[in-house]
Nanobody
Framework: QVQLVESGGGSVQAGGSLRLSCAAS????????MAWFRQAPGKEREGVAG????????KYATSVMGRFTIFQDNAKNTLYLQMNNLKPEDTAMYYC?????????????????????WGQGTQVTVSS
């Protein structure tokens, strides 16, 4: 069972950048499909970016395409989310998620139902 711990959140002004990290233990991130989700107050949790096992390909929500980049460092067993040109609407709690290979092949990567393990979240606040 993989354990996930996020870090790197904070407060930035619009147009700024942040890099979120998700350190994994108990399993190897390359054996999973990994993803970032976010949840703003009063809104449903939504998938932001995902990466298939082995880092073979990535998937992004339309709202972040071209601004966010998901990648992983297998040597550090860590998943990252580089967020550039941040907007106030990006303000949310960001969660790291692990999806088993089986579910990754059967379900959309950024669907809530695919996630097997969650991190505790890290807050991102973007001011205008």
């Amino acid at each position: 069972q993989v354990q996930l711990v996020e870090s790197g959140g904070g407060s930035v002004q619009a147009g700024g950048s942040l890099r979120l990290s998700c350190a994994a233990s108990g399993a190897t991130v390359s054996d999973y499909c990994m993803a970032w989700f976010r949840q703003a107050p009063g809104k449903e949790r939504e998938g932001v970016a995902g990466i298939y096992f082995g880092g073979t390909s990535t998937k992004y929500a339309t709202s972040v395409m071209g601004r966010f980049t998901i990648f992983q460092d297998n040597a550090k067993n860590t998943l990252y989310l580089q967020m550039n040109n941040l907007k106030p609407e990006d303000t949310a709690m960001y969660y790291c998620a692990a999806v088993s290979r089986g579910k990754c092949l059967l379900l959309p990567l950024l669907s809530l139902g695919a996630v097997g393990n969650w991190g505790q979240g890290t807050q991102v606040t973007v001011s205008s």
